[in-house]
């Protein structure tokens, strides 16, 4: 008796373990299947942007053994080679933004021009194209050949021809714009845009969220562009395709991915006033954003050459976008501000919502003999946030304008503007150029243009700034504050 009641209990342990052992097993493959599930959710793009290539054999230079301001091959050589080992360690993109200006500061003849952007985007099909990743490229002020005129209608032809050339040209970016118009034939309903007309298109990314990026010409919209035509309502008709862009995606339930070469607003870290579009056209297109903020995930900017971002407010002060600007591949100085580290990006994205979920940015370490590349930060590691957001932004605009010392949010994104460069801005009022001021004109300036995109606004933002040596601007929150507690 004795001996079956220790066998039962013995057949009963044996039960047990293996009863654990095979949930344990259980359990394991779960949480495989949901790892991978999430990690499937997961999806990558590059933004890159200004390269303002200039070619060592037309500059009389040797590109393999001459490093320095007048040859900059070798950078994008390194990029070509960040971008190969980064897919090689399991981080393939989905898609690639180039952000354009690929052209130099100084003016080229347009076979020059030409021959610059085949060598250029010889580069980038090496790692993306031929490994069937698409590249989404956009057109920037030093892509044409009188670098910051337009391309309009009634422009010369010899400018209209680009786009042309750039669309129709298989050395150039024929498989880039045909992948992209290809993208988009499941949808005949879906506006279509000729990029050989006026430089801008879309594409359409179906992965369990759809997403439809959009691509602008920002050059026809500039303010030095009525030096050179009068002013016309909508050049090439692209607010309109634009409006039926977004009203295609509201409808069919897909988020949108704006791309622009030059943002809206001023830049921010000019200390006067620029304003990178003709009025009209800056606060249409910040009109369409707030009007259609309930899709667009994000809008993709450059030019500025810096590690920026701007907060798109409503018409009650609440955060409704964010405007997210890519740092250079040139390294070329910044007139009175400095010079930036060469400096290229990878984000994070949710294939199942299309929300930005982090983002990584490298930057190349030019030691004398062997540059090599080191990852800067993470964003929301460096900003301590948990995710990436509007909110998220302002509230970080916020934080700039209340926070002081050198672990502030302020000190943390004044030290990455440039990279790992100092600032040599000269600022009155401002010894070290730091802007270390909560109420400085420097500081103040700056979040304003960061955080007022109409121009009216940013106006009013910029003379408060001026009223006074240590001026205190509004919070967004108190902003909006003001707004919600009015009478209706």
């Given at each position: ?45 590059w ?14 230079l ?57 060598w ?5 099909n ?9 590249i ?69 990314i ?86 259609f ?21 409503d ?18 100085r ?47 590691q ?53 802007c ?48 919600s507690?009015?009478?209706?």
């Open positions: 008796m004795i001996r079956l009641g220790v066998q039962k209990r013995m057949g009963n342990c044996t039960v047990s373990r293996t009863y654990l052992l095979l949930t344990g097993v259980l359990m394991c493959v779960i949480i495989f299947l949901w790892k991978a599930g999430q990690d499937n959710d997961v999806g990558m793009f933004h890159l942007a200004d390269a303002h290539l200039r070619l060592a054999y037309l500059e009389g040797d590109s393999e053994n001459q490093f320095g301001p007048k040859n900059n091959e070798y950078l994008v050589r390194f990029v070509v080679e960040k971008c190969k080992y980064e897919m090689s360690q399991g981080h393939k993109p989905d898609f690639v933004i180039w952000g354009g200006d690929i052209g130099p500061h100084k003016n080229l003849t347009p076979e020059q021009l030409i021959q610059t952007i085949r250029f985007s010889d580069r980038l090496e790692v993306f194209e031929n490994n069937s990743i698409p989404f490229p956009t057109i920037g002020n030093h892509d044409v050949f009188r670098k910051n005129s337009s391309l309009s209608p009634i422009n010369d032809l010899v400018e209209t021809d680009l786009c042309r050339r750039l669309a129709t040209d298989d050395g150039l970016w024929k498989k880039w714009i045909d992948r992209a118009d290809e993208s988009l034939a499941k949808y005949p309903d879906i506006p279509r845009a000729s990029f050989s007309q006026g430089c801008f298109h879309s594409m359409l179906e992965r369990k969220q759809k997403i439809l990026l959009i691509n602008l010409n920002s050059i026809i919209w500039i303010t030095t562009d009525l030096i050179v035509r009068p002013f016309e309502e909508d050049p090439f008709g692209q607010f309109q395709w634009l409006q039926s862009s977004l009203l295609w995606a509201r409808k069919h339930k897909a988020k949108v991915f704006i791309v622009t070469h030059k943002p809206p607003g001023n830049i921010v870290f000019s200390p006067v006033t620029s304003y990178q579009f003709i009025r009209e056209f800056n606060d249409r297109l910040v009109s369409l954003l707030r009007k903020s309930d899709i667009v995930v994000a809008t993709f900017t450059a030019h500025e050459h810096i590690d920026s971002f701007r907060v798109l407010l018409e009650d002060n609440h955060p409704a976008g964010m405007l997210l600007s890519a740092p250079s591949i040139d390294s070329s910044l007139g009175f501000f400095g010079t930036p580290d060469t400096r290229i990006r990878l984000y994070k994205y949710s294939r199942r919502s299309a929300g930005i979920l982090d983002y990584s940015q490298f930057w190349l370490h030019l030691t004398h003999d062997n540059p090599v590349w080191e990852k800067d930060y993470e964003f929301r460096l900003y301590n946030t948990r995710d990436i957001s509007p909110l998220k932004f302002a509230t970080l605009l916020d934080r700039f304008m209340v926070d002081n010392g050198a672990e502030s949010p302020w000190e943390i994104y004044w030290d990455h503007q440039l990279g790992h460069n100092p600032d040599v801005i000269g600022v009155i009022g401002e010894v070290d150029g730091r270390p001021h909560i109420q400085s004109n420097c500081r103040c300036r700056r979040i304003c243009a960061m955080r007022h995109l109409i121009i009216s606004n940013l106006e009013q933002c910029y003379r408060i700034c001026n009223e006074t040596k240590y001026s205190q601007l509004r919070t967004i929150r108190e902003l909006s504050s003001m707004y507690l009015s009478p209706n």
